[in-house]
């Protein structure tokens, strides 16, 4: 047993350190060389810049960069997709759930199927060009709606499955139709897994660069695709000290969502899998 | 992708369709509510998958406007000069790397931070941070620290210069390792949620019967952790498949095309304006991941089954 009352001891010095290493340094790493004069950045490493330029570098980013710009973009696609496929996702979930029989299996096994094939990315782009929705935001938020989809319905689904169905009849029993039942209902009850699959699905499409490129390339700035974009070339070429504000600029709307709710956003994932 | 939870503990018992008459359930339970998520699911995915199934086996490029049907000339032309087998090889040691380390680097997280302390909560934090990054983000922080003149072989040693993005032969296990450390947060997550999941009684039981903290761990509480085990393989391993932005800001594709993964050609080549190539391609990474979906997920749950 001393055995074990020796590592309760090195625990939190081990978890502490590993934290330091594996996670400080790269993060040091961003935020040092972006701290940095473009001369003192052209290699970066691990030094602390001579002097802090964090603020200006920022600055520069933020209008040569056109950030607000893609920060727009970026929430002019992310905000709908989110939202619609929350909404829409939960209402066939619900009816998913709840309808027993072998065509609700199928449909449950055809809507969850997108969970992990791959969407087929060259074609969508030809068909968005035959509706005339290429390079539109609403095709980008259609495309993520259609993406993301079955992870919501995948969700939810499961999680009415764990909502004793009593609760909707009193509601049918004082005759409220399915619109109300839903609303009134089902919606509040499914607060917590919505949540859950608002910061996943949330991570996913703030984040993503590869489906923007081929559907809104060029036309609409995305954070993500504007980096990409530029980190190559121009403007940020061996620029680290930029790309690295960048990339600060980039998390922190995330990371900040994430402070706030860390606590209800963890419980939210783990405590699915205690179900 | 990764999509958490239910897998790793199917709801238990509660009745899935309450009994009702059938008339019922069409009047609380209309089937229109439906319509809206299976019409976008028709159009912005099953729709493009079809034709997926159609243009690859015809010549659509960007350097004419007529698409002609020419069988299977395109499958042809890419296996004939490796480019097929290339990829799809380079795609599945990607995919299969990345799902042993993101499930090793998780787990050992999951282990040492299975204690609920505030330090342990903190640190657990941390490892979120790169989850919640743009793995393109990832790719540039691991391109500047990985140079031969970069942070990581300075902390090495002084002289140490090794070219860790440029080797045509252990690259692609670099990137991989830079791909799980991005996820190895969200398994480490799943994991601990399964050990909080394992009972008490159980483990009581074995400290009882004198079990040693050994055997306790790998005979008791590790083949209880079979459900997170096949959510975090099957995510990473599938998801992985499907990857882009890391080996993009990473390598692009190279030293000598060596991790050019399924997705990095079809970027490259739609780039080209061959957009037939690229939709073969495409086709390519569906069969395969629709393939390997089916035994993997069984195979692991046969395992879930027996232990």
Known sequence: MSDARIWRRLQPYAAVLLAAVLIGIPLWLVVATAGKSRGEALQPNLSAPSHWQLFANIKEVWTEGKIPAAFFGSLLVVVPAVLGVLLVGSMAAWILARRGGRVAAALYALAISGIVLPPAVVTLVLWLRQLGLAGSAIGMIGVYMGIYMSTVIFFVTGFVRTIPASLEEAAQIDGAGPVRVFVRVVLPLLRPVLATATILVCLYVWNDVFYAFFVIGGRIDTLPLNLFRVASAGLYLNNWHLIFSYVIVMTLPLLTVFAIAQRRIISGITSGAVK | ?307
Not at chain 2, 30 to 47: D, E, G, K, R, Y
Not at chain 2, 55 to 67: G, N, V
Not at chain 2, 257 to 266: A, C, G, K, P
């Open chain 2, 1 to 307: 992708m990764s999509t958490v939870t239910e897998k790793t503990a199917p709801p238990r018992a509660v009745p899935t369709a309450p009994a009702r008459p059938r008339g019922t359930a069409r009047v609380t339970h209309p089937m229109w509510f439906m319509a809206p998520a299976f019409a976008i699911l028709l159009v912005f995915f099953f729709l493009p998958t079809v034709f997926n199934f159609v243009y690859a086996f015809t010549d659509w490029s960007s350097f004419k406007s007529a698409i002609n049907p020419v069988g299977t000339a395109n499958f042809q032309e890419l296996a004939s000069n490796g480019t097929l087998l290339r990829a799809l090889r380079i795609t599945i040691v990607y995919a299969v790397l990345v799902a042993f380390f993101q499930n090793l680097f998780g787990f050992l997280l999951a282990v040492l931070l299975e204690r609920d302390t505030l330090i342990n909560r903190i640190v657990r934090i941390c490892f979120l941070v790169p989850v919640l990054m743009s793995a393109l983000a990832v790719g540039y922080i691991f391109q500047a620290l990985l140079k031969p003149d970069g942070g990581v072989n300075s902390l090495i040693g002084h002289g140490f210069d090794y070219a860790w993005l440029a080797d045509p032969t252990w690259t692609i296990v670099t990137v991989a390792v830079i791909h799980a450390w991005k996820w190895m947060g969200l398994s480490m997550l799943i994991y601990l949620a399964g050990l909080k999941t394992i009972p008490t009684d159980i483990v009581e039981a074995g400290r009882i019967d004198g079990a040693s903290r050994w055997t306790m761990f790998w005979r008791i509480r590790f083949p209880l952790l079979a459900p997170a085990i096949t959510f975090n393989v099957s995510t990473a391993l599938l998801g992985s498949m499907n990857g882009f932005d890391i080996v993009q800001a990473t390598t692009g594709g190279g030293p000598a095309r060596t991790t050019e993964i399924l997705n990095i050609f079809i970027y490259r080549t739609f780039g080209q304006g061959l957009f037939a190539q690229a939709t073969t391609m495409s086709l390519v990474l569906f069969l395969v991941v629709a393939l390997m979906a089916f035994p993997v997920i069984s195979i692991l749950r046969k395992r879930e089954e027996i232990l």
